[in-house]
C-alpha cells in the first residue's frame, strides 16, 4: 500500500537516492530541504527554526518520516555551532514540529556505526555492544538516538556502515590510500570492512515502510565484509605493502592523553584494521 512520506536531506547523497526510489514506488513524497528546489513535492525550509517547521507541519498528515539530515563536516556549519549540537537541534525541532501533525508518524532516523567509536580490530561489532563514540559527530548520532526512543511511539534506528555508491566512492579510497597521497596501503593479512551500498539502504527502508511498527535498531550494510586488498585491485595507485604488526606497534606507542592522538589512532584503527559489523536488528526496550 502506498503511504505519505515525508523525508529530510533529499538533497544529500543518501537522501536523494531514497526520494527518488519512493516517487519510483509510487508512494507520495514531500521531502524538506534548506535548498530550493523547482519541484513540487520539495519544500524549501530551515530546519533550524522550530516555528516555521510547525507553520509547515501544522494540520498535516503523513504515515512516514525519515530523516535523513544531518551535518557531517564542520566547514558546512551554520554560524559557530558544532556538529553534534546542530544536528540534535534539527532532530529536536522535526520531533517538536511533528506534534503539531494529524497523527504520530512512523519514523526511520539514518544514524551512523560512528557511535561505537574505536573497536577492537579483533572483534565483530554485535548490535548489543556498547557504544563508546569518539567523535562529534558520533556523540550527536547517540545523543539523537536516545531522545527519539524516548519520544517516538514508533521508531526505526538504521546504524549505516560506512555508504558508497557507484559515484562517491570516499569512503572506500579513504580505506585504500594513504591519506593525501597516491600510495595505496597493502596491508597482510588484509583487514575486512563492513561497507553499506545506498542499494542497501535503500531495500531495508522499503521493507520497514511495509511493515513499520514497533521500535527498532538495525546495523544496516552489505552482508558480506570487503577486503582491503581486494578493493584496492579496482583503484589506481602505488602500492605499500606493510605488516600488520607494525601499526600494532605503532598503535600502541600513541598517547591518547590529547584529542589529536586520539584522531590518529581512531584513524590508524579504520586504515588498517578490520571493521566489521554484524547485520541484524534487534527490538528496542524504551
Not at 519512493?22 to 530550493?36: D, R
Not at 570516499?170 to 596491508?187: A, C, D, H, M, Q
Request: glycine residues 4%; proline residues 4%; contains cysteine.
Amino acid at each position: 500500500m502506498n503511504k505519505k512520506i515525508l523525508i529530510t536531506g533529499a538533497s544529500g547523497l543518501i537522501g536523494k537516492k531514497i526520494f527518488l526510489n519512493l516517487i519510483a514506488q509510487g508512494h507520495e513524497v514531500t521531502a524538506l530541504s534548506k535548498n530550493i528546489y523547482k519541484e513540487d513535492n520539495f519544500v524549501s525550509i530551515d530546519l533550524l527554526n522550530l516555528n516555521n517547521l510547525k507553520k509547515y507541519f501544522n494540520g498535516k498528515e503523513y504515515d512516514i518520516l525519515i530523516h535523513c539530515a544531518a551535518v557531517i563536516e564542520p566547514s558546512k556549519l551554520i554560524g559557530e555551532s558544532i556538529v553534534s549540537a546542530q544536528n540534535s537541534l534539527i532532530t529536536k525541532n522535526l520531533f517538536q514540529a511533528s506534534l503539531s501533525l494529524k497523527k504520530s508518524p512512523s519514523w526511520i532516523f539514518l544514524s551512523s556505526v560512528s557511535v561505537y567509536g574505536n573497536i577492537d580490530h579483533e572483534e565483530c561489532i554485535e548490535i548489543n555492544d556498547t557504544p563508546t563514540p569518539i567523535s562529534d559527530y558520533g556523540k550527536g548520532k547517540l545523543h539523537d538516538e536516545k531522545y527519539l526512543i524516548k519520544n517516538c511511539n514508533e521508531l526505526h534506528i538504521l546504524r549505516l556502515a560506512p555508504v558508497f555508491d557507484d559515484e562517491h566512492l570516499s569512503n572506500i579510497k579513504k580505506r585504500v590510500y594513504l591519506p593525501g597521497t597516491n600510495f595505496k596501503l597493502k596491508i597482510s593479512p588484509s583487514p575486512r570492512y563492513t561497507l553499506c551500498s545506498i542499494k542497501t539502504i535503500i531495500s531495508k527502508i522499503t521493507n520497514i515502510i511495509d511493515c513499520s511498527e514497533g521500535k527498532y535498531l538495525y546495523h544496516v550494510g552489505d552482508q558480506s565484509p570487503y577486503k582491503k586488498n581486494e578493493i584496492a585491485k579496482n583503484f589506481p595507485g602505488i602500492n605499500l605493502n606493510i605488516k600488520r604488526e607494525f601499526f600494532e606497534y605503532f598503535i600502541n606507542m600513541i598517547p591518547i592523553k590529547y584529542k589529536i592522538f586520539k584522531n590518529l589512532k581512531w584513524l590508524i584503527q579504520k586504515l588498517a584494521f578490520s571493521n566489521v559489523y554484524i547485520i541484524g536488528r534487534k527490538k528496542i526496550e524504551s
